[in-house]
């Protein structure tokens, strides 16, 4: 058993682990510990005498464990990346395409005039063309009945201006 007297090695090395190295960087000192921890995992789960069988047995959990571990900080760790895995494509990457596209194709929308059918203050509706949408004043406040104008066609959000009478 391990006695507890100060210059035990392993009192030694964690409290080194504990007040030298936390300090700084992961390193070394951490990969030596991972391995070691493992090593005690092992052993612990084989005894000091066994069989092939059993060795082999213990590695195969080791390494279940292990890997669900690094699955699991795989999983976190993607959607901050701007790795794109076999097609699949992350938030980002969806919301810039989705922007260039509005941005290339005119907007049939754009120019065209109405009515606002609520008080805009700023969101509310409008009929233009014979069709209601659901609109967003471009500055503050617009009148019920007021003419407005779409300026600007986000996809789902059409933003308009109330056009200034002659």
């Known amino acids: ?3 507890w007297r100060v210059g035990n090695p392993w009192i030694i090395a964690i409290l080194l682990e504990v007040f030298v190295f936390t300090v700084t960087d992961f390193g070394v000192a951490g990969i030596v510990g991972l391995m070691l921890i493992g090593l005690g995992f092992y052993t612990a789960m084989t005894g000091p005498l066994t069989q092939p069988a059993q060795a082999v047995s213990a590695l195969g959990a080791v390494a279940l464990v292990a890997s669900l571990v690094g ?3 795989f999983l976190t760790w993607i959607p901050r990346s701007r790795l794109r895995l076999g097609g699949v494509l992350l938030k980002s990457a969806i919301e810039e395409r989705a922007v260039e596209r509005l941005r290339a194709s005119p907007s049939p929308y754009v120019g065209k005039q109405g009515k606002a059918l609520t008080d805009l203050h700023p969101v509310g509706k409008a009929k233009i063309d014979d069709e209601v949408l659901d609109v967003v004043a471009e500055e503050g406040f617009i009148a019920k009945g007021s ?3 779409i300026v600007r ?4 959000r059409k933003v308009v201006r109330r056009v200034k009478e002659v």
Do not use: H, I, K, S
């Open 1 to 3: 058993m391990l006695g």
């Open 147 to 149: 003419a407005v104008e």
């Open 153 to 156: 066609d986000e996809g789902y």
């Open 71 to 73: 699955f699991a900080a």
